[in-house]
T-cell receptor, first 115, second 112 residues
Framework: DAGVTQSPTHLIKTRGQHVTLRCSPI?????VSWYQQVLGQGPQFIFQ???????GRGNFPDRFSARQFPNYSSELNVNALLLGDSALYLC??????????????FGQGTRLTVV | GESVGLHLPTLSVQEGDNSIINCAYS??????FIWYKQESGKGPQFIID?????DKRQGQRVTVLLNKTVKHLSLQIAATQPGDSAVYFC???????????FGPGTRLSVLP
């Protein structure tokens, strides 16, 4: 069984550029969440999507956007990259957004370095 | 606002000993908690979870304890092994939110 898959695994971008990160959830999972993890800290919530609709947004600027596709995969987009956007971006997959099936399983992440 | 924190940033234990990792949370309305293990260069790995209607839950070599009175969560690892060396995060989910709130993590080092 495939777990949560993210691509690319590593990425180097220049300040001002934009980036698109991709995530495929566990088969059967309809909810995808994105987290940013800066080195030495815990993950910080960015977005949650369920059934292609945004269900939650963390305290991140409008430069961050995301979407979910009919097959439940998701993209995270970041525009006008700043040095401070350098982090590990994690995608988490879960069956639903609430109730008993709320376990979240993470992918390996995309390591983004902005230079 | 809600937040989740840990008492110790690092913990060193001898191989074979039991480990106890602690976590304090601030939102008394939170109803679901997960402990994650994160090894270097990898994403967080689900270890064990517990709901607010429980005080204790056991898994394979791991036990999570929840004390709602003092808003404290702990992870106990029995017979700690070198493969247990990692950063451990507690994560909290509120009953009105859609996301998990993570603490800063505790780095567990297992000494030979």
């Amino acid at each position: 069984d495939a777990g949560v898959t993210q691509s690319p695994t590593h990425l180097i971008k220049t300040r001002g550029q934009h980036v698109t990160l991709r995530c495929s959830p566990i088969s059967g999972h309809k909810s995808v969440s994105w987290y940013q993890q800066v080195l030495g800290q815990g993950p910080q919530f960015i977005f949650q999507y369920y059934e292609k609709e945004e269900r939650g947004r963390g305290n991140f600027p409008d430069r961050f956007s995301a979407r979910q596709f009919p097959n439940y995969s998701s993209e995270l987009n970041v525009n006008a990259l700043l040095l401070g956007d350098s982090a590990l971006y994690l995608c988490a997959s879960s069956l639903s957004t609430g109730g008993v099936n709320t376990e979240a399983f993470f992918g390996q992440g995309t390591r983004l370095t902005v230079v | 606002g809600e937040s989740v924190g840990l008492h110790l940033p690092t913990l060193s234990v001898q191989e074979g000993d039991n480990s106890i990792i602690n976590c304090a949370y601030s939102n008394s309305a939170s109803d679901y908690f997960i402990w994650y293990k994160q090894e270097s260069g990898k994403g967080p790995q689900f270890i064990i979870d517990i709901r607010s209607n429980m005080d204790k839950r056991q898994g394979q070599r791991v036990t999570v304890l929840l004390n709602k009175t003092v808003k404290h969560l702990s992870l106990q690892i029995a017979a700690t092994q070198p493969g247990d060396s990692a950063v451990y995060f507690c994560a909290e989910k509120s009953n009105y939110g859609q996301n998990f709130v993570f603490g800063p993590g505790t780095r567990l080092s297992v000494l030979p």
